[in-house]
């Protein structure tokens, strides 16, 4: 199970999702109580190991206007949330990165064809939110064999029975490794690796 840990905004938490076993990690370049500024995710990047991807994350930002934030912080890696075209996919790879596209549950079915992104990531409606959702009612996008990340409400207690369900290749989290909204909590974070990358996890 790949897992990313995304919202990192110390260097503790970065250091302790990659020391638990974190595939990937994400900072936060939008609007969120975990948004961090180009500058300083490119500080927390020196304490990323190599080989571990580094995900900017985007919402409501054009792609080119995504690709220049990542740039600026020196990452390899973008996810967009929101609307989202071919185009854009394009667009971030013409400039030589990794996309992570976001859609949600209600998007429509041409959404979820493979657009050439690198990863897909279904998430709840409200990115970062922390809300819960039919996990199990992903089966029905045939996603089998696509390498896709199941988003949006998942924690420690939830994680390994929600990727189940879902046949989920991925998990990515954010709310339900905090004690507070936009604060990690490295056991937590150490404990929804572990778990998630758990035999239960398995489809
Ligand atoms: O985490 C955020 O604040 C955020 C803001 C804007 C776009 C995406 C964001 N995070 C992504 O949302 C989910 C995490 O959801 P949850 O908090 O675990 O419910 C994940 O894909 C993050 O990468």
């Given at each position: ?22 595939d990937a990690v994400g900072f936060v370049l939008t609007r969120s109580p975990r948004e961090v500024t180009p500058a300083q995710a490119r500080d927390l990047l020196a ?16 792609a080119g206007d995504a690709v220049a934030l990542a740039r600026e912080a020196g990452l390899k890696w973008i996810q967009l949330h929101g609307d989202r075209t071919p ?117």
């Open positions: 199970m790949f897992v990313k840990v995304c919202g990192l905004s110390t260097p503790e938490s970065v250091r302790t999702a990659a020391e638990a076993g974190a304490h990323v190991p190599a080989g571990i991807p580094a995900v900017g994350v985007f919402r409501h930002e054009a185009a854009d996919v394009r667009t971030v790879h013409d400039a030589g990165l990794k996309l992570i596209r976001a859609v949600t549950m209600s998007g429509a079915p041409e959404a979820f064809a493979d657009w050439g992104e690198d990863l897909l990531l279904i998430d709840a409606a409200v990115p970062g939110s922390g809300e819960a959702w039919d996990y199990a009612s992903v089966r029905a996008k045939g996603l089998a064999g696509r390498h896709w990340l199941l988003a949006g409400g998942l924690a420690p207690a939830n994680v390994a029975g929600a990727a189940s369900q879902a046949g989920a290749w991925g998990v990515d989290v954010s709310s339900g490794v905090e004690s507070s909204r936009g604060v990690k909590d490295l056991a937590k974070i150490r404990d929804f690796v572990a778990a998630a990358k758990s035999p239960a996890a398995k489809p």
